[in-house]
Each structure stands twice: as structure tokens, then as C-alpha cells.
């Protein structure tokens, strides 16, 4: 997938607060594409996880449309747009969704989808590393503190990376210094795999990046 | 599934809602075979008759079948068939010439050759002066055994009652006939002497009907699915019918018995709709336990549908299971049951073949409901 354009979309069910201001991506037209970075900036309650969730395709409580490509998601069967998640978009839920009952390790070889882990296990290992969980992975989710599980979640995200990847405030209980590590891991393995991230966050980042910056 | 031991207790019900269900049937089974069971291809036949009372007695148009009866006993949905019995309407003796010396007033009826149970009626036509007769083997047993011995008189085989020949007379209204009688077969169905229907009835046609006893059969031989039939002996009971056949009054003690198993099997139908509640309950609880595992790895792009035929699956394997469990614990107690004393070698050892066809249809039916209720659940279930 090559982009993912946003097209007069608003939500159903409410009304964000920054809808009326004029840099908003409500009501307008906007384009990711694949191979950029973009880091999308908004307060409470603007709407953040319900754009996230809508671009991944799991509601359609908005107006206006959302497509991969040229392709409507609304034209799609649940079916066919879980289908584009294996390979072609992800998201990083807020709340980070991880399977209390799997290992860490469990959880992040979920997104193999069968695959051979033991393929895996080494790229594991040194993401793991560089996250400084490498002691949590045998360790089942729901011992693990909610930062710990945030950078399970990213590791999770960067497996088998898709072609775009969305994070919805996903380093919010990390410190500095591990926001920066994640996040410098996140970049490394999206230009290798020449992948789209979109960051959604309350405020910019607190060090140098390259990320386009839009308002919400 | 890391849950089983949660589960294991519903599996236990599920269990015993089977084990109930599965015996309560292949007990009515059982009960068919021990008292007889309804096929429509298999043939009874009884001979009918109207009881006597102090009102009937001696009316011959009161106590035989008339026309009407006899359509009307056509309609019973018991009876496959009616042949009413003539009988002879003149005087008839036999005697047995110079060969035999004895004498005796008797009488004649006739049938239609199709209720007759003797195989070969070539012989079974009046030829030659010759009648031929058809006589109840009860007859000849009555004679060998109860007869014969005190009396010091000769006892006779089927074989040699063939070959005696007695003097059939015949007092008509005008004229006296005189013919041969041989035996040319004995009935275990029919007790009576026969002869051939158009000869007596030719004979009855000469002879002037007192006009109320025209078409009037004393007793009619009936053809029945079901000798055992609770609702024929009802009938016959209403009407005033009777019959000598004992299979009759085992039949009241079969209706008694068939109403405690309909209660046995309304139970079954009871605890089977339980155990259906059960199921669904069942499900649900299941779904409960995945729902988040599911809900999470829907959205990291595992296909609902996939996932929710893959619980739906394993849900049916474990009743194929546990029924498979059930009807290998029935087979077991059918066996011990087919060889203990109570089962008077009537019971099959094996339980009903059509049993096993529950490991694949229950399943199969399960799988189908709940891949859609799971997947309705599922849907409106999501955590966006």
C-alpha cells in the first residue's frame, strides 16, 4: 500500500474541539504516504484514537472517506480490511492491548501469524535489547508494569513491520531517554523496510526529528 | 485450551445431559424389541367376532358381521385387509363308509383362498365328486392327544390324514348330494373346516336365505400390522369385537408399559432441551473467556472468521467427544444388559446403529450454530 488518504472526514458521534481551527485535518484533504514520517499533534479530546482507530479500519463512525489507495474502506468486508493488517497497516492502541495470559515473547509472536518464530528470535533479541526488556520476555503481560508493556507493544509493532505504522500515544509512560530509544528504533526499522509511521502525540517530541508535522 | 480444568465441570453436564438422553432412547429401543415392535410390512392375522350377549343370542343378524361392518372395519387404520367367513346355510354330516365306522353332524365355511396358510391350493377345487377340505391343525392335535390315546383309537400323521377319505352329505332343500371329502392341508391360522369359497357358496346360493341373514358372516378373518396394537383392542373393545388370540391380551399389558416409557421420554425431551440451554450457555461462557484474545488479535489482522470457526470447531470436537464417551459407556451396559437374565435373550447386543450417527450430526449442527452466534457476538462484542 502506498498511501492512505484522508478525505473531508469528520466524527459521527462528536465534535472535536479543534475542528474550527484552520490547520485541522478534519474537513480537509490529507495524504500519507509511504516512506514519510509524520507526527500528528493534538490536545484532549480532538480526537486522536478515533482517527487512529478509523484509519485502521475498525469503525466507520465518521463522514467523509478513508482510503488505501484508491479503495474506500467503507466498500470493504470486515474480512477483506482485516486482510490489509497482516502486511499493509497497524496501529499501536493507546491502551497497547497485549494478551495478559502470553509471555511477552507470546505476544510479540503474534504478529507472525504462524510463521516460524525461531526466523524471528534474533531480530527479537537484539530489539529487545535496545528496549531494555530482553528479561521480560518469558515473563507473562500481566506481571509486567504499563511501561514495560508500552515497549512491548512497540517491539510487537516492528516484527514484522507493515507498510504503515501507527502510533496513538505511544511513548506515554516512558522517560526521556527511553522515548528517544524507542523511538530512534521505530525510525531505524521503518526506513529499512521503507515503511509510512504516524505518530499521534499530545505535545512534539522533546528532541530533534525529521517527522512532518501536522495539527489535528 | 488453558481453561480446561475451568471447563471441565460443564463438560461433566454436558456429559450427563447426553448419557440421559442417548439411553432414555436406545431404552424405548430396547422396549420395542422386548414387546414387539411396529413395522409396517409385517402381517397378523386375527379372526374377529361379535361377543355374545343375552341380547345377540341365537340372531344370526345380530351377531354376525353385516355389510356395513365390514366396510367400516376396512377403515380402521390398524386393519390392512377383511375376508368375511362364510359359513354353509344347510345341514351337513360325514360319516366314514365301510372303512371307518363313525358318524357326525358338522359344519362347513369358506374364505377367500388369498387368507389360506397353506402354501400348494392346486388341489383346492371340487372336482371328481371330490371336496377338498382344509381343517385347523389344532383339529388333528385335539385328536392325537386328546383323543386317540384314552379312546385306544390310532393316532394319525398329517401325511396319512391325506389319504382318508370320508363321506361329505349334504342335506339340501330339495335333494340330498353325496360327496367325497380328503384332506388336502392343515391351517395353523384358521380354526375351522374350509372348503373351496365358490363350491359353498354356489351350494348357499341354492338354497332359500332366510332374507335377514343374507351377507351375514359370523366371523370375520381380519389381517393387522400389529397384533399388539393398544389402539385396535380399544377399537374392538368399543365395538363389542372379540378374538381368541392371546397376542390380544398382551397387548393391554404392552399399552401399559409403552405409556411409562412415553414418560421416560418426555423426561429425555425435557433434560434434551436442558441440554441445550446448557450448550448455549456453554458457548457463551467460552466466547467470555476469549473474547479479549480474540478482540486483540483482530485487531493485529487475524481474520474473525478464522478465529471464530477455529473456537467453533474445537467446541464441537469436545460434544463429538464427550458424545463418542457416552455411547461407548452405552454400548458397554446394552452388552451387559443383552446377556443378563432380565433381557430373556430378546435385547440386540449392540445399541441401535443409528445412535452413532449423533457423533456427526450434534457436532455438525453445533459447529454451524455456533460459528453464527459467535460470530453475531463477536461483532457487536468489538473494543474499538
Given at each position: 500500500m502506498n498511501s492512505i488518504t484522508l478525505d473531508g472526514i469528520s466524527p459521527k458521534y462528536f465534535t472535536p474541539k479543534t475542528i474550527e481551527t484552520d490547520s485541522t485535518i478534519w474537513n480537509t484533504k490529507t495524504t500519507f504516504e509511504k516512506g514519510n514520517y509524520y507526527l500528528v499533534i493534538a490536545p484532549s479530546g480532538s480526537g486522536k484514537s478515533t482517527l487512529a482507530t478509523s484509519m485502521?479500519?475498525?469503525?466507520?463512525?465518521?463522514?467523509?472517506?478513508?482510503?488505501?489507495?484508491?479503495?474506500?474502506?467503507?466498500?470493504?468486508?470486515?474480512?477483506?480490511?482485516?486482510?490489509?493488517?497482516?502486511?499493509?497497516?497497524?496501529?499501536?492502541?493507546?491502551?497497547?492491548?497485549?494478551?495478559?495470559?502470553?509471555?511477552?515473547?507470546?505476544?510479540?509472536?503474534?504478529?507472525?501469524?504462524?510463521?516460524?518464530?525461531?526466523?524471528?528470535?534474533?531480530q527479537l533479541q537484539s530489539y529487545a535489547k535496545t528496549l531494555g526488556i530482553i528479561g521480560l520476555l518469558d515473563k507473562k503481560a500481566k506481571n509486567c508494569s504499563y511501561g514495560e508493556r508500552q515497549r512491548s507493544a512497540i517491539l510487537r509493532s516492528l516484527i514484522n513491520p507493515t507498510d504503515f505504522l501507527i502510533y496513538d500515544e505511544c511513548f506515554s509512560h516512558l522517560d526521556l531517554e527511553n522515548k528517544k530509544i524507542a523511538f530512534n528504533l521505530i525510525s531505524e526499522v521503518a526506513s529499512k523496510n521503507g515503511s509510512a509511521v504516524i505518530f499521534f502525540e499530545l505535545n512534539d517530541f522533546p528532541f530533534s526529528h525529521q517527522c512532518n508535522i501536522l495539527n489535528l | 485450551m488453558k481453561n480446561f480444568t475451568k471447563s471441565l465441570f460443564l463438560y461433566l453436564g454436558l456429559f450427563l445431559a447426553f448419557a440421559l438422553v442417548l439411553s432414555c432412547i436406545q431404552l424405548y429401543t430396547n422396549a420395542n424389541f422386548l414387546l414387539g415392535k411396529k413395522s409396517s410390512d409385517s402381517n397378523y392375522w386375527i379372526t374377529m367376532s361379535k361377543t355374545i350377549t343375552p341380547d345377540n343370542?341365537?340372531?344370526?343378524?345380530?351377531?354376525?358381521?353385516n355389510t356395513i361392518d365390514i366396510e367400516e372395519l376396512k377403515k380402521w387404520k390398524e386393519v390392512k385387509d377383511v375376508f368375511p367367513v362364510v359359513s354353509n346355510d344347510f345341514k351337513v354330516s360325514a360319516d366314514g363308509g365301510n372303512f371307518i365306522p363313525f358318524y357326525t353332524d358338522m359344519y362347513l365355511e369358506a374364505v377367500d383362498d388369498e387368507a389360506i396358510d397353506v402354501k400348494d391350493l392346486n388341489e383346492f377345487k371340487v372336482e371328481d365328486n371330490t371336496i377338498p377340505i382344509i381343517i385347523s391343525r389344532e383339529y388333528l392335535n385335539l385328536y392325537n392327544y386328546g383323543f386317540a390315546l384314552n379312546q385306544g383309537l390310532p393316532q394319525i400323521t398329517e401325511a396319512f390324514a391325506k389319504k382318508i377319505e370320508v363321506n361329505i352329505n349334504l342335506t339340501l332343500k330339495e335333494k340330498n348330494l353325496k360327496y367325497k371329502g380328503k384332506l388336502i392341508g392343515l391351517s395353523d391360522r384358521i380354526h375351522s373346516v374350509l372348503v373351496p369359497k365358490k363350491f359353498l357358496d354356489s351350494i348357499n346360493a341354492t338354497q332359500e336365505f332366510n332374507q335377514n341373514h343374507k351377507d351375514i358372516f359370523t366371523r370375520v378373518l381380519v389381517k393387522v400390522n400389529d397384533a399388539n396394537d393398544e389402539d385396535l383392542i380399544t377399537k374392538m373393545n368399543q365395538k363389542g369385537y372379540e378374538s381368541n388370540q392371546e397376542s390380544l391380551r398382551s397387548a393391554k399389558i404392552k399399552g401399559k408399559l409403552f405409556l411409562v416409557l412415553r414418560t421416560i421420554a418426555f423426561i429425555g425431551i425435557f433434560i434434551f432441551l436442558l441440554c441445550i440451554f446448557m450448550i448455549i450457555n456453554f458457548i457463551k461462557m467460552q466466547f467470555l473467556e476469549q473474547q479479549e484474545e480474540v478482540s486483540i488479535k483482530y485487531s493485529l489482522g487475524y481474520s474473525p472468521k478464522k478465529m471464530v470457526s477455529k473456537i467453533s470447531r474445537f467446541f464441537s470436537i469436545n460434544v463429538g467427544i464427550v458424545i463418542l464417551v457416552c455411547l461407548m459407556l452405552l454400548s458397554v451396559a446394552q452388552y451387559y444388559l443383552s446377556i443378563s437374565e432380565i433381557s430373556n435373550g430378546l435385547l440386540p447386543k449392540f445399541i441401535a446403529n443409528y445412535l452413532w450417527l449423533f457423533i456427526f450430526i450434534i457436532p455438525t449442527t453445533i459447529y454451524f450454530i455456533v460459528n453464527k452466534l459467535i460470530y453475531h457476538w463477536l461483532i457487536k462484542s468489538w473494543k474499538f
Amino acid at each position: 500500500m502506498n498511501s492512505i488518504t484522508l478525505d473531508g472526514i469528520s466524527p459521527k458521534y462528536f465534535t472535536p474541539k479543534t475542528i474550527e481551527t484552520d490547520s485541522t485535518i478534519w474537513n480537509t484533504k490529507t495524504t500519507f504516504e509511504k516512506g514519510n514520517y509524520y507526527l500528528v499533534i493534538a490536545p484532549s479530546g480532538s480526537g486522536k484514537s478515533t482517527l487512529a482507530t478509523s484509519m485502521l479500519g475498525n469503525h466507520f463512525q465518521y463522514n467523509g472517506t478513508i482510503s488505501y489507495n484508491q479503495t474506500d474502506l467503507k466498500t470493504q468486508s470486515i474480512e477483506r480490511i482485516v486482510a490489509f493488517r497482516k502486511t499493509e497497516i497497524q496501529l499501536l492502541f493507546q491502551d497497547v492491548r497485549l494478551i495478559n495470559d502470553l509471555t511477552i515473547r507470546e505476544n510479540i509472536f503474534l504478529r507472525l501469524f504462524g510463521k516460524k518464530s525461531n526466523e524471528f528470535e534474533e531480530q527479537l533479541q537484539s530489539y529487545a535489547k535496545t528496549l531494555g526488556i530482553i528479561g521480560l520476555l518469558d515473563k507473562k503481560a500481566k506481571n509486567c508494569s504499563y511501561g514495560e508493556r508500552q515497549r512491548s507493544a512497540i517491539l510487537r509493532s516492528l516484527i514484522n513491520p507493515t507498510d504503515f505504522l501507527i502510533y496513538d500515544e505511544c511513548f506515554s509512560h516512558l522517560d526521556l531517554e527511553n522515548k528517544k530509544i524507542a523511538f530512534n528504533l521505530i525510525s531505524e526499522v521503518a526506513s529499512k523496510n521503507g515503511s509510512a509511521v504516524i505518530f499521534f502525540e499530545l505535545n512534539d517530541f522533546p528532541f530533534s526529528h525529521q517527522c512532518n508535522i501536522l495539527n489535528l | 485450551m488453558k481453561n480446561f480444568t475451568k471447563s471441565l465441570f460443564l463438560y461433566l453436564g454436558l456429559f450427563l445431559a447426553f448419557a440421559l438422553v442417548l439411553s432414555c432412547i436406545q431404552l424405548y429401543t430396547n422396549a420395542n424389541f422386548l414387546l414387539g415392535k411396529k413395522s409396517s410390512d409385517s402381517n397378523y392375522w386375527i379372526t374377529m367376532s361379535k361377543t355374545i350377549t343375552p341380547d345377540n343370542i341365537g340372531r344370526k343378524e345380530l351377531i354376525g358381521f353385516n355389510t356395513i361392518d365390514i366396510e367400516e372395519l376396512k377403515k380402521w387404520k390398524e386393519v390392512k385387509d377383511v375376508f368375511p367367513v362364510v359359513s354353509n346355510d344347510f345341514k351337513v354330516s360325514a360319516d366314514g363308509g365301510n372303512f371307518i365306522p363313525f358318524y357326525t353332524d358338522m359344519y362347513l365355511e369358506a374364505v377367500d383362498d388369498e387368507a389360506i396358510d397353506v402354501k400348494d391350493l392346486n388341489e383346492f377345487k371340487v372336482e371328481d365328486n371330490t371336496i377338498p377340505i382344509i381343517i385347523s391343525r389344532e383339529y388333528l392335535n385335539l385328536y392325537n392327544y386328546g383323543f386317540a390315546l384314552n379312546q385306544g383309537l390310532p393316532q394319525i400323521t398329517e401325511a396319512f390324514a391325506k389319504k382318508i377319505e370320508v363321506n361329505i352329505n349334504l342335506t339340501l332343500k330339495e335333494k340330498n348330494l353325496k360327496y367325497k371329502g380328503k384332506l388336502i392341508g392343515l391351517s395353523d391360522r384358521i380354526h375351522s373346516v374350509l372348503v373351496p369359497k365358490k363350491f359353498l357358496d354356489s351350494i348357499n346360493a341354492t338354497q332359500e336365505f332366510n332374507q335377514n341373514h343374507k351377507d351375514i358372516f359370523t366371523r370375520v378373518l381380519v389381517k393387522v400390522n400389529d397384533a399388539n396394537d393398544e389402539d385396535l383392542i380399544t377399537k374392538m373393545n368399543q365395538k363389542g369385537y372379540e378374538s381368541n388370540q392371546e397376542s390380544l391380551r398382551s397387548a393391554k399389558i404392552k399399552g401399559k408399559l409403552f405409556l411409562v416409557l412415553r414418560t421416560i421420554a418426555f423426561i429425555g425431551i425435557f433434560i434434551f432441551l436442558l441440554c441445550i440451554f446448557m450448550i448455549i450457555n456453554f458457548i457463551k461462557m467460552q466466547f467470555l473467556e476469549q473474547q479479549e484474545e480474540v478482540s486483540i488479535k483482530y485487531s493485529l489482522g487475524y481474520s474473525p472468521k478464522k478465529m471464530v470457526s477455529k473456537i467453533s470447531r474445537f467446541f464441537s470436537i469436545n460434544v463429538g467427544i464427550v458424545i463418542l464417551v457416552c455411547l461407548m459407556l452405552l454400548s458397554v451396559a446394552q452388552y451387559y444388559l443383552s446377556i443378563s437374565e432380565i433381557s430373556n435373550g430378546l435385547l440386540p447386543k449392540f445399541i441401535a446403529n443409528y445412535l452413532w450417527l449423533f457423533i456427526f450430526i450434534i457436532p455438525t449442527t453445533i459447529y454451524f450454530i455456533v460459528n453464527k452466534l459467535i460470530y453475531h457476538w463477536l461483532i457487536k462484542s468489538w473494543k474499538f
